[in-house]
């Protein structure tokens, strides 16, 4: 039985690096139940995001029995222009060849299943996003009710305060599909969004890795060994793009912890809408900060992060 301090969780990703460090996260953390995983096409495609998904379930233990259900393989109405391969490498986890799952996909679709664990458990699963907000967008379409049947949706994206990733000012979640995005910000669900202010700040480096490897629990080796193969091509890419050295920003990662930990970011409730009409602002959050805002629906927004006990936070559920 699950005890009052459980939190059940749904894990909404396109699972590439960040996305894995936060699913194995998640399944090496007491007191979280993870109900399901749901995939949707960003930084692969939905079926490649599905099969890594349970491959990493394998990985961490043959006998989790976590449905993985998958989404969306497209934005509401944009074309799809590829994927983060130069982030995330060909397979979306830096190239890492895990051994294949036993498990297949449920057959309900990921809006499906959200909507139904919605619907039989109200006001109890927390939905952590890390990928575009299709998937939501989309069960909100088959249940409108949603919006008051969700604990909390935690959303990886977006930016305010801090430059974009894919362009000058929108993140990559967001940008990848901005209608699916602005239909969940002001749908009424109650959002806590962790984007790029909090998430850049927060980084694991070589040194984190060594730590793991010395202290690292026996159960954990061959987990710690994929976190360290996969995450060498991701700090790769952070040195060209970010000049960032053998470090790499704990997007995903930091969303689901502060979805289990509040108290590691510092939020601020504001009004906001996603962009989706301009040429060179697609995906931008717009945050209405004057004194009376008008504009938009209210969000709670990171703006702040204790960096430095997030990442111990991180490394102790592996340790």
Known sequence: MSSSNTTRMIIDCDTGIDDALAILYALRTPDVVVEGITTVFGNIDVQQAADNTLRLLALADPGYDIPVALGASKA???????????????????????PPSRQVPV??????????????????IVLVTLGRLTNLSLALDLDP?????????VVMGGTVFKPGNVTPVAEANLWGDPE?????FTSGLPVLMIGLDVTLQTRITSEHLELLKRHGR?????????????????????????????SAPLHDPLALMAALQPDLVTTRRM??????????????VVADLRPQPKVGHFIEVAVDVEAERAVGVFLSAFM
């Open 180 to 184: 699916a995005a602005d239909r969940v």
């Open 76 to 98: 509401l109405v944009r074309e799809l222009t590829g994927f983060s391969t130069h982030v995330h490498g060909e397979n979306g986890i830096g190239g890492v060849q895990l």
């Open 145 to 153: 009710q949603l919006t008051s049947k969700l604990k909390k949706v």
């Open 107 to 124: 057959q309900e679709t990921a809006a499906e299943f959200i909507v139904r664990m919605a619907d039989e458990n109200p006001g109890e």
């Open 271 to 284: 009004k906001v809408r996603v962009e989706h009409q301009g040429e060179f602002t697609s995906g931008m």
């Open 218 to 246: 026996e159960e954990n080796k061959s987990i710690i060994d994929f976190m360290e193969e996969s995450l060498e091509y991701y700090f790769k890419f952070y040195r060209e793009a970010n000049y960032l050295i053998n």
